[in-house]
């Protein structure tokens, strides 16, 4: 059966401080050029116990040390993981700015410029300067955003969301859902969304179509 008409709403679930959520953004922000879906992130916090101010941490490689297969997945996608992180972020404020950012309709820029922030910047995204930096590359009023920051106005809402994907079993991310049809947890390859796609039905943006 043909899908529908009408673009497939894909719900990306990830949080900022996960290096395989940055290569499934890549992957999903492939899809969104080529099928006929549009992306809604939802957030998620990768460890809740991280404190309000974040926690040191230890580099898990050393300058010498060979690519890993991750940096090496990196390299091919086109992004490029730091090494050397000391500190762990509390990603709340930074998926607060990502709600702001949805409503401006500025997610998309927002959220790649957030993971680029934290994993090739190595800037701590905890702190409201360097979320309001964000997202001021991203084509966001600084201003507007520093004062809905400051007002905690999208924390309810991003607390809520939250707890609807804990609710709802998710235990690993990247989690995309696919149109309330679909569920796929992981960084997966093109390959295995372009057999998602084609699995749903869902037409390439050129005009072709997939089977269900």
Request: some cysteine; proline content about 6%.
């Amino acid at each position: 059966m043909g899908y529908e008409a009408g673009p497939m709403q894909v719900l990306m679930i990830s949080d900022f401080v996960c290096p395989w959520c940055y290569l499934g953004l890549v992957e999903i922000e492939r899809v969104e050029r080529e099928y006929l879906v549009e992306v809604r992130h939802v957030p998620y916090l990768l460890d809740p116990s991280t404190p309000p101010e974040g926690k040191p941490r230890r580099p898990m490689t050393r300058a010498g040390d060979p690519p890993t297969e991750m940096e090496l997945r990196a390299e091919a996608a086109g992004i490029r993981f730091s090494r050397g992180r000391t500190w762990t972020s509390n990603s709340v404020l930074a998926h607060e700015g990502a709600e702001f950012a949805y409503e401006a309709g500025r997610a998309r820029a927002f959220v790649r410029e957030m993971f680029r922030a934290y994993f090739t910047e190595l800037e701590d995204i905890g702190r409201l300067e360097v979320v309001v930096g964000v997202g001021e590359r991203a084509g966001l009023d600084p201003g507007e955003l520093r004062a809905a920051l400051e007002a905690h106005t999208y924390r309810g809402r991003v607390l809520e969301a939250v707890g609807w994907t804990r609710e709802a079993g998710v235990s690993g991310v990247p989690t995309f859902v696919f149109g309330d049809r679909f569920a796929m947890s992981g960084a997966q390859d093109a390959a295995v969304f372009d057999a998602v796609m084609d699995r749903l039905g869902v037409p390439r943006r050129d005009g072709g179509q997939g089977e269900a």
